[in-house]
């Protein structure tokens, strides 16, 4: 059985950082995608950043060149690193890792960005 488990949301202030964790247990075999999806109240979830087997990476438009993510192959972990949050960020994070045994989704993490 595959388990995600994030981690690090919060409330954090307009400009301020915070940094997502989410660590993957159980059987994978193969990771294709290791993947940080949102969902604000009343919109539907999308795909804020993605990073590939061989490393590459892309984002939303509106997260580039603020968020930033990264993995730890050994330990089956993907980073998201959040800069200068606006508001607009706030949202339920979600991490989603798609392997040759299947799809999988943590139970999400709230991100709340207000003064």
């Known amino acids: 059985q595959v388990q995600l488990v994030e981690s690090g949301g919060g409330l954090v202030q307009p400009g301020g950082s915070l940094r997502l964790s989410c660590a993957a247990s159980g059987r994978l075999v193969s990771i294709n995608f290791m993947n940080w999806y949102r969902q604000a109240p009343g919109k539907q979830r999308e795909l804020v950043a993605a990073?590939?087997?061989?490393?590459?990476?892309n984002y939303a438009d509106s997260v580039k060149g603020r968020f930033t993510i990264s993995r730890d192959v050994a330990k089956n972990t993907v980073y998201l690193q959040m800069n200068s949050l606006k508001r607009e960020d706030t949202a339920v994070y979600y991490c989603?890792?798609?392997?040759?045994?299947?799809?999988?989704w943590g139970q999400g993490t709230q991100v709340t960005v207000s003064s």
């Open positions: 990073i590939r087997r061989g490393g590459s990476t």
């Open positions: 989603n890792v798609d392997s040759f045994t299947g799809n999988y």
